[in-house]
């Protein structure tokens, strides 16, 4: 079977570095930070919540050298380069502005924004201060969906018809929990939806229409949804998302002359498989780097946004926030199909 190589990889060492401060030190950050001090050159060199005393714990934890008890004291550090924004998804928009207009660059963890309103407006303080942001769509950056963009150059998959995706994890249901909070912005589709819808629109852009079906749980938040994206030529795209089931986690780009099957957890770092039009595996392309989960591939849209910001860009080339204002869109459309149609008592 052929073997594929990413090309042109980016050393996670050796490159340019930013300075980097953390908002919001949860679990996220937490993998965010160690991926970075574990791969990377890339220096944490503040941290900053609400609470001094969870600041300093995850100072002490990070070997951090800088805590604070108000974002506003972070964005005040002139040792910190760009923020990475790690708060639930209601807060994303509010931070990220605060950090751009106090002359910060920006790392949001996905999605961009609760809204793609709200992605506008971190999209135009961006534009307004000159300043570097992207969204934490940090699958983007693994070496499998490289190698996938270079099958689609090709041409050898042919004419793109469908794109499958699907990804959950079970969560019991807690009104206090984010995910079960709409104050928070929870749910599926923003929370594990959006990997899987973005994969669509990777492939095969915008669509011409959406339709969404899901379920509610009680507190009225989508906990399971599958989103059906329609393009010109009957193309379509199927993004299944859950906080009820752990699904399959698999994705598969299809085209009239083979397909693509990026095995599980499609976020995550790991293989894919090409098959030819009989349905025969071709081709494989096996991931060699030893980052086997999605915590430990953090580090890569960190190495990638100091290249971008070395290279005077205020947005990525690769991620454009075109593109996650585009899925928030989406999402946005989705989520309002469920909470017309779904029925928590179902």
């Not at 490289?146 to 150059?153: A, E, G, N, P, T």
């Not at 959950?168 to 929370?191: I, K, M, N, Q, W």
């Not at 949804?225 to 998302?241: F, L, N």
């Not at 071709?282 to 030893?290: K, L, Q, R, T, Y």
């Amino acid at each position: 079977m052929r073997q594929l190589t990413e090309p042109d990889p980016l050393p996670l060492t050796g490159g340019p570095k930013l300075r980097w401060g953390i908002q919001a030190p949860g679990v996220i950050a937490g993998q965010f930070a160690t991926s970075l001090r574990r791969f990377t050159d890339q220096p944490v060199t503040a941290v900053a919540s609400r609470s001094v005393g969870r600041a300093e714990a995850f100072a002490r934890d990070h070997a951090i050298s800088s805590a604070y008890g108000t974002y506003e004291q972070l964005l005040d550090d002139p040792e910190v380069d760009i923020v990475y924004v790690a708060s639930p998804h209601s807060h994303h928009c509010e931070m990220a502005v605060a950090a751009l207009q106090a002359g910060k660059h920006v790392l949001v963890e996905k999605p961009l924004a609760a809204t793609a309103a709200e992605g506008e407006r971190i999209r135009d303080a961006s534009v307004t201060a000159g300043r570097f942001a992207m969204e934490a769509m940090h699958c983007r950056f693994h070496p499998r969906i490289r190698v996938l963009d270079m099958l689609l150059k090709s041409g050898d998959l042919g004419d793109i018809r469908m794109v499958t995706a699907d990804m959950g994890v079970s969560v019991p249901v807690d009104p206090d929990h984010r995910l079960f909070a709409p104050e928070l912005a929870g749910g599926t589709l923003l929370d594990m939806g959006v990997y899987s819808i973005w994969l669509g629109v990777h492939v095969l852009g915008l669509p011409s229409s959406v339709a969404c079906f899901g379920h509610l749980t009680e507190t009225g938040v989508d906990n399971q949804a599958v989103t059906v994206m329609s393009y010109a030529g009957g193309r379509q795209a199927v993004a299944s998302s859950s906080l009820a089931t752990f699904g399959s986690g698999l994705a598969c780009v299809n085209g009239t002359d083979g397909r693509v099957l990026i095995h599980s957890r499609h976020s995550a770092p790991g293989n894919l498989t090409v098959f030819d039009a009989k349905n025969q595996p071709v081709a494989e392309f096996i991931d060699h780097s030893g980052f086997v989960t999605a915590p430990e591939g953090l580090c890569r849209q960190a190495v990638w946004a100091a290249r971008h910001v070395a290279d005077g860009l205020i947005e990525s080339p690769h991620h454009p926030l075109s593109t996650s204002i585009g899925v928030l869109r989406i999402i946005d459309e989705a989520r309002a199909q469920v909470a017309a149609t779904g029925d928590s008592r179902q």
